[in-house]
């Protein structure tokens, strides 16, 4: 391993740690009452570092939500190359990330959806800070065009950007409604199964509405 790349993990790493340790001490004691200087203490980090990384705590935030909601890359790889429909692949990754969120304190979920609304454009500059759901979503839907499953009349970033902030909207609601896990299951897959039935071919949206009379009947 050259020096580069050994100072660039290290790197990941030292700001991997600062992630960690905000969530650890905001999910026991809530966003406001932890300073940036205790979670310095808790990551054993120079409040310079801190800084570095992120240029206020509320980015910190907003980082943190992006790093535990957003997909796995190698896990999304595998499904854009696996033969699930458009609507399969937009189901397994929100169900994915529903299990995630469902993981999280849920006062820390809704204040850090509620910065992201605020600064995703300040945060949008920092590294790590790019990754928004509908740049996941995007490529599937482009996915879907080309396999005809997707009307190509749609613009496949506006059908990953509505699909991005529906999700992100459910999780919110959830997290404030105090419900269940499986709650926030069942508000994720609505939101999929209306968009993506939405943004179907016509021949496909008919294969769909058969398939799902046929199992009514049945």
């Known amino acids: ?34 300073s940036v200087d205790e979670i310095c203490q808790e990551a054993r980090v120079a409040k310079g570092t801190f800084y570095f990384y992120f240029p206020r705590k509320e980015h910190l935030l907003v980082i943190l939500r992006y790093d535990r909601l957003t997909p796995r890359e190698g896990e999304f790889e595998t499904l854009l190359a696996s033969a699930l429909s458009t609507a399969e692949i937009c189901s397994a990754l929100v169900i994915d990330i529903g299990k995630r969120a469902s993981a999280m304190d849920k006062a820390l979920v809704t ?29 599937i839907f482009e996915r879907g065009q080309m396999r005809g499953e997707v009307d190509p009349s749609w613009d496949a970033n506006v059908l990953a950007g509505t699909l991005g902030w529906a999700v992100l909207q459910a999780i919110f609601g959830w997290a404030q409604d105090h419900k269940p896990a499986r709650d926030l299951s069942r508000r994720l897959q609505e939101r999929v199964q209306l968009i993506t039935a939405g943004a179907a071919t016509p021949r496909r949206l008919d294969l769909v509405v058969k398939s799902r009379g046929r199992r009514s009947a049945a």
């Open 111 to 139: 204040r850090a959806v509620e910065e992201s609304l605020r600064r995703h454009r300040e945060v949008g500059k920092l590294e790590g800070g790019d990754r928004y759901l509908r740049t996941f979503f995007r490529p």
């Open 1 to 34: 391993m050259g020096r580069a790349t050994l100072q660039q993990e290290r790197s990941r790493a030292t700001r991997q740690a600062i992630i960690d340790a905000a969530e650890k001490l905001w999910s026991a004691r809530g966003f406001d009452a932890v």
